[in-house]
C-alpha cells in the first residue's frame, strides 16, 4: 500500500469516529443539514441537503432526481476557486461520488 493510500484511509477513520453515524433512514421532503454526520445506506426523496463545509459522508446512500443540494459559503469559495482554472487544477475525477449498481452514492473522501 503507498503511503498516500495510508494516509487516506487513516484520514478517512479519524473523519469517521468523529462523525454522528445515521443508518438505515428514509427522509421525504426535508431539509437535512449534512455536516457532522455519517449516512449509511439512507434514502433522500425530494430533500433539500446542505453543507456549510463538506464535513459528512455518505456510504450506498440513495439521491431521488427531485433531491436539491444546497452549499454554504465556504464550500462555494472552494468551488468557485477549483473553477478559475477551467479544469487544469485537481483531475475532475475527484470531484464525482462513487456510484454504485444499486443506484446508491457513496462519498467519503
Same mark, same amino acid.
Given at each position: 500500500?503507498?503511503? /498516500? +493510500?495510508? *494516509?487516506?484511509?487513516?484520514?478517512?477513520?479519524?473523519?469517521? !469516529?468523529?462523525?454522528?453515524?445515521?443508518?438505515?433512514?428514509?427522509?421525504? %421532503? /426535508?431539509? #437535512?443539514?449534512? %455536516?457532522?454526520?455519517?449516512?449509511?445506506?439512507?434514502?433522500?426523496?425530494?430533500?433539500? =441537503? #446542505?453543507?456549510?463545509?463538506? +464535513?459528512?459522508?455518505?456510504?450506498?446512500?440513495? =439521491?431521488? %432526481?427531485?433531491? *436539491?443540494?444546497?452549499?454554504?459559503?465556504? #464550500?462555494?469559495?472552494? #468551488? *468557485? =476557486?477549483?473553477?478559475?482554472? %477551467?479544469? !487544469?487544477?485537481?483531475?475532475?475525477?475527484?470531484?464525482?461520488?462513487?456510484?454504485? !449498481?444499486?443506484?446508491?452514492?457513496?462519498?467519503?473522501?
Amino acid at each position: 500500500m503507498a503511503a /498516500q +493510500d495510508l *494516509r487516506t484511509l487513516l484520514a478517512l477513520r479519524k473523519l469517521a !469516529e468523529q462523525l454522528t453515524l445515521v443508518q438505515n433512514l428514509w427522509y421525504h %421532503d /426535508q431539509s #437535512i443539514v449534512l %455536516d457532522g454526520y455519517r449516512f449509511v445506506n439512507c434514502r433522500f426523496d425530494d430533500c433539500t =441537503l #446542505i453543507t456549510h463545509n463538506g +464535513d459528512f459522508t455518505l456510504s450506498h446512500c440513495f =439521491l431521488s %432526481d427531485g433531491t *436539491r443540494i444546497g452549499y454554504g459559503p465556504n #464550500i462555494l469559495k472552494a #468551488i *468557485r =476557486l477549483y473553477n478559475i482554472r %477551467d479544469g !487544469e487544477g485537481f483531475p475532475a475525477e475527484i470531484f464525482v461520488a462513487q456510484r454504485h !449498481e444499486d443506484q446508491t452514492i457513496t462519498i467519503e473522501t
